[in-house]
């Protein structure tokens, strides 16, 4: 994955409001590396391989439908990829990771989540990414997927939040 590109690489921000959930409560979420396919859409798993869980260097193998593979297909194969978390800051709720193997193209992805916010209601999740251009994609589309795959996310997040306050 190491692989320079002369290039430029699709550097993009999405972002999304949280108002039924802390920001604490969103960023123990994410944090929790190695489990992220409780939340985020079309990964149907996501697990450790190395390193310990929320901590820099560990890193995590995750597969499902959401991109479609080098082959082209989303349909009849399953896109993964491992990642390795590079940064954390617990402080200000941010995690950096990158792609160090998958089947969907990337030649360089460096991902960074913040969760930004305070009080106890609400706060916005950003995601911004920086990759080297993917052969069959556009930046437009894969834009569109890192929003709705963030969307979906925070949703997921934050009615999992509503059900536990609506138990206790």
């Known amino acids: 994955m190491e692989e320079k590109s002369s290039v430029a690489k699709w550097e993009g921000k999405v972002s999304t409001t949280v108002t039924k959930a802390s920001a604490n409560e969103i960023w123990s979420l994410f944090i929790d590396f190695f489990n992220f396919h409780n939340w985020f859409p079309n990964m149907s798993t ?11 260097g560990g890193v995590r ?11 082209g297909s989303a349909e009849q194969n399953c896109s993964w990829s491992k990642e390795r978390l ?4 617990r402080n200000k709720m941010s995690m950096s990771y990158e792609m160090v193997d998958c089947n969907v193209g990337f030649k360089s992805y460096l991902s960074t989540l913040k969760v930004v916010g305070g009080g106890d209601e609400g706060c ?4 911004l990414f920086a990759v080297d251009p993917v052969e069959g994609l556009t930046y437009d589309y894969l834009l569109q997927k890192y929003q709705d795959g963030l969307d979906q996310t925070a949703k997921k997040m934050e009615d999992s939040f509503v059900q536990k306050k609506a138990v206790q």
């Not at 916005?124 to 995601?127: F, G, K, L, T």
Request: aromatic share 14%; with cysteine; charged share 15%.
């Open 61 to 71: 193998y995750c597969a499902g439908f959401s991109l479609p593979t080098e082959d």
């Open 46 to 56: 996501c697990y450790g391989v190395h390193g310990v869980n929320g901590e820099v």
């Open 124 to 127: 916005v999740i950003e995601w």
């Open 86 to 89: 590079v940064a954390v800051d």
